[in-house]
Structure formats: structure tokens, C-alpha cells
């Protein structure tokens, strides 16, 4: 099996051409000190269905599949158009969470229509008010009050606390974030069956949408541990990511 890895803003991933991963060979790939190391894995085969250019599923590094990924998803609309799957600018491809539009705005950038976020409700976990909404994958935007609280959280206590809450019978990901600017904040990001990553596109999302229902400015320019990712958010709460992807490496498994 031939792959590639990529990665958007430290958000790693292995890139394989296969109708899908089995959960070990996933957890083997992903692990950091035995195996190739990622963030998770993305298999791509071609559609199923006529207006599509490919079939991507998302695997978490314990296994388990995403619904989506706004990071991994940008790889691999980047990679398919760099090994020749498609020389538009536009098209789309399949995802558990549905199609996935996106528009190349250079070599190595491009824009994503992510659809609709859906607000689900409101609660307080550990004296920390949240936000539950999809938008791909479920997602809890925590606002916190500044900078400083923020930068100060430690993520790895807090984030399976969250993550694991009977509040989310799925699981969620969780944005801790607070307002820099009008429109810009800053996030960090706690990932569903990953744990605290670099950076991540429906995190960061879920945190712009959180931010423009406050009131906030948009697009959304969120400063995540990895770089920034502008986030267009209309009066709908339908949302366009915008970042870039850059391949690592390419590799064969014995």
C-alpha cells in the first residue's frame, strides 16, 4: 500500500488510495514511535455516485471513523487534484457527512463549503458554559474569558472530561477559544478520539460560528497552534473554511 502524508497547519494525516482502513491497521499507521505517525488517515476511492470525483472516508488514530474533518478533508481535495483525479477548480466529493464543494484558490489553498452548522443546545459542564453544534461532526465551542485563561488550560485534564460527558452520547470535539478582535479569535483545539492537536478545520468552525452568534465580526480569522484558517460565516451559519495543505512525504508499507 502506497501513501502519502500531509498535513494543514500541523494537522497530520496519511493519504491512501483504498475503499477503506481497518481500525488496527489504523491505530498501526498512526502511532507515532511504531508505526508512520498521524493524526489520523484518509482513503480515498473513486465515487460512487456521477458528480463526484472520489469517496473519502476519515479515521481517528484510535480507529474510529469521522464524520468529517476540515483539515484532512483540504488535503484531500488537494491531493486528488495534484494526482490528476480532476483539473477543475470546483468539484465536490462524498463524505459520511455528505458533499463536500470545494473552489482551488492556489497551489496549494483552497476553499470549502462545509454546509449548514446546526445549533443543538446549550449547557454547563464543570462551571464552564458550551455550545453543542454540528457542522460535519459535533462540536462544543467553550468562549473563554481571555487570553491568558485560555493559553493557561490544560487541555489533556480537561478535554476527556468533556469529550467522554453523558451530555454527548457520540463524543464531541471540543474549541476552547476566546475574542482577539472583532473578528478574529484564538482556539485550541481538543479532537474526538485524538486528543489536543495543532489545528483543526470544523474546530475552528465551531469556534468562528460560536463567535459570529455572540456577535461577532465575519469571516473569522481563528488563530490556532498550527497558523490561521479564515472562516466565512453568513447569516444562515452555512460556512466556508479557506487554508492551505502541503504534502510531507510519500511511502510505501511492506
Not at 111 to 124: K, L, S, T, Y
Not at 141 to 170: C, M, Q, T, Y
Not at 198 to 204: C, E, K, L
Request: with cysteine.
Amino acid at each position: 500500500m502506497r501513501f502519502e502524508k500531509w498535513q494543514a497547519l500541523g494537522n497530520d494525516y496519511l493519504i491512501v488510495e483504498a475503499t477503506g482502513v481497518g481500525p488496527e491497521q489504523v491505530r498501526m499507521l498512526c502511532d507515532r514511535h511504531l508505526g508512520v505517525g498521524a493524526d489520523g488517515v484518509l482513503a480515498l476511492a473513486p465515487a460512487d455516485e456521477p458528480g463526484y470525483v472520489a469517496r473519502l472516508r476519515i479515521y481517528n488514530p484510535d480507529g474510529s471513523e469521522a464524520e468529517l474533518s476540515g483539515n484532512g478533508a483540504r488535503q484531500a481535495l488537494l491531493y486528488l487534484r495534484e494526482h490528476g483525479w480532476t483539473s477543475s477548480d470546483t468539484y465536490s466529493i462524498q463524505t459520511v457527512a455528505g458533499e463536500i464543494r470545494t473552489t482551488i484558490t492556489g497551489e496549494r489553498t483552497c476553499r470549502i463549503d462545509m454546509g449548514r452548522a446546526v445549533v443543538r443546545f446549550d449547557g454547563e459542564i464543570g462551571g464552564m458554559r458550551f455550545q453543542h453544534l454540528t457542522i460535519g461532526n459535533p462540536q462544543t465551542p467553550i468562549r473563554i474569558a481571555d487570553r491568558e485563561e485560555l493559553e493557561a488550560l490544560d487541555l489533556a485534564k480537561l478535554g476527556p472530561l468533556i469529550e467522554n460527558h453523558e451530555a454527548f452520547p457520540n463524543r464531541t470535539n471540543v474549541s476552547f477559544w476566546t475574542e482577539v478582535a472583532p473578528d478574529r479569535i484564538r482556539a485550541r483545539i481538543f479532537e474526538r478520539g485524538v486528543g489536543e492537536t495543532m489545528s483543526s478545520g470544523t474546530g475552528a468552525s465551531g469556534a468562528a460560528v460560536a463567535h459570529v452568534l455572540r456577535g461577532g465580526d465575519s469571516p473569522v480569522t481563528v488563530e490556532l497552534d498550527g497558523g490561521e484558517l479564515e472562516v466565512d460565516v453568513d447569516e444562515s451559519l452555512h460556512v466556508d473554511l479557506t487554508g492551505w495543505a502541503v504534502p510531507v512525504f510519500r511511502g510505501e508499507l511492506a
